[in-house]
C-alpha cells in the first residue's frame, strides 16, 4: 500500500485523469478497504459490493480530499459511513419485518477450527443489537485492532465520543456474552 509521496503521487495522476490511475487505487487499497468493511460488517454478502460503492465514491470525490497523504484514512472514513449505512438501513427494515434483517451468509469463514468460526458468527449476532455508531466503533477498536485515533478518524468524530461509545459497547457486548456459549470461554466467565 503506498504512503507518503507515492499516495501523493497517486492523486495527483487521479486528479488529471490518468486512464490506469483508477485501477491503481483499487489495486493498492482494495484489500485495506475490504478489511475495514468486513471488520465491521462481519461476514456479509454485501461487503463486496460495499468495496465496489466506497471507490466509486472515492472517485466521484476526490475533490473533497485535502491532504493527498491521508488518502488511506479517507478511504477508511468512506468505508465505515458505507457500512454504517448497511447497518442502519437494516435496523430500519428489522422494524418492518418480523424476521432477522440477514442470516450469515453461506460463505466459508477464514477460520478453520468450528470454535472460532462459531465465536466470530456469535460476535456479530451480538453486535448487530449495538447502536450502529457503537457497532461500528467496537468493531474497528477491537476486531480490527485500530488505535483510539484512528477509529476516531474514521468515524469522523472527537476522541471523547469514540472513548464513550466503545464504553458503551464494550459494557453492553460483555453483558450480552455472558449469555453466549461460544463466547464465555473468551469472555472469562462460566456458561
Not at 106 to 131: I, K, M, N, P
Not at 147 to 161: I, P, Q, R
Amino acid at each position: 500500500m503506498p504512503t507518503g509521496d507515492a499516495e501523493q503521487a497517486l492523486v495527483a495522476a487521479l486528479r488529471r485523469g490518468e486512464p490506469l490511475a483508477g485501477e491503481a487505487l483499487f489495486a493498492a487499497y482494495a484489500p485495506y478497504v475490504r478489511k475495514v468493511v468486513m471488520r465491521v460488517l462481519g461476514p456479509d454478502a454485501e461487503a463486496l459490493d460495499l468495496v465496489q460503492d466506497v471507490f466509486v465514491i472515492a472517485l466521484e470525490s476526490l475533490h473533497k480530499l485535502d491532504n493527498p497523504r491521508a488518502l488511506r484514512g479517507w478511504l477508511a472514513q468512506i468505508a465505515v459511513f458505507q457500512a454504517r449505512g448497511c447497518i442502519r438501513k437494516r435496523k430500519q427494515w428489522k422494524i418492518v419485518r418480523l424476521f432477522a434483517p440477514a442470516k450469515l451468509p453461506s460463505q466459508r469463514v477464514s477460520h478453520a477450527d468450528f470454535e472460532g468460526s462459531e465465536a466470530l458468527r456469535a460476535t456479530y449476532r451480538l453486535l448487530s443489537t449495538l447502536h450502529p455508531d457503537e457497532q461500528i466503533a467496537f468493531a474497528l477498536r477491537f476486531i480490527d485492532g485500530m488505535e483510539l485515533t484512528e477509529v476516531a478518524a474514521a468515524c469522523d468524530v472527537s476522541l471523547a465520543t469514540i472513548k464513550r461509545r466503545l464504553a458503551r459497547a464494550e459494557a453492553r457486548f460483555s453483558e450480552l456474552a455472558q449469555n453466549e456459549p461460544s463466547l464465555v470461554d473468551w469472555m472469562g466467565g462460566e456458561p
